[in-house]
């Protein structure tokens, strides 16, 4: 069964930083490009950033390009997310998904969005003093 589990999210004032995880398992990591898509109170799915399968290509949504950092651990089968310079806008839930194919460069992220086919539960995150 494929689960994937995020962690790390809470409540942090402008400005600051949090990391995100997602724990994944049963099915073969190291295979298929990762996303952190992330929904706002009251507002639709936002793609944030995705990352290959190997790590070496990421791309991100220029809300959060120069701030957040995704990369990836294959021997923890674990995703992350890097979020500095925190703002109120980012508050939000952020969910780790799982591309259904390896994937490199922003094009492919973005035309294979709705390919992702395992979602996790989400983590809240909250930016506010």
């Known amino acids: 069964e494929v689960q994937l589990v995020e962690s790390g999210g809470g409540l942090v004032q402008p400005g600051g930083s949090l990391r995100l995880s997602c724990a994944a398992s049963?099915?073969?990591?190291?295979?298929?490009?990762m996303s952190w898509v992330r929904q706002a109170p009251g507002k639709g799915l936002e793609w944030v950033s995705a990352i290959n399968s190997g790590g070496g290509s990421t791309s991100y949504a220029d809300s959060v390009k120069g701030r957040f950092t995704i990369s990836r651990d294959n021997a923890k089968n674990t995703l992350y997310l890097e979020m500095n310079s925190l703002k109120p806008e980012d508050t939000a839930v952020y969910y780790c998904?799982?591309?259904?194919?390896?994937?490199?460069?922003?094009?492919?992220?973005?035309?294979?969005?709705?390919?992702?086919?395992?979602w996790g539960k989400g983590n809240l995150v909250t930016v506010s003093s």
């Open positions: 049963g099915f073969t990591f190291s295979s298929y490009a």
């Open positions: 998904a799982k591309y259904s194919i390896d994937c490199s460069g922003y094009g492919c992220y973005i035309s294979y969005y709705n390919g992702m086919d395992y």
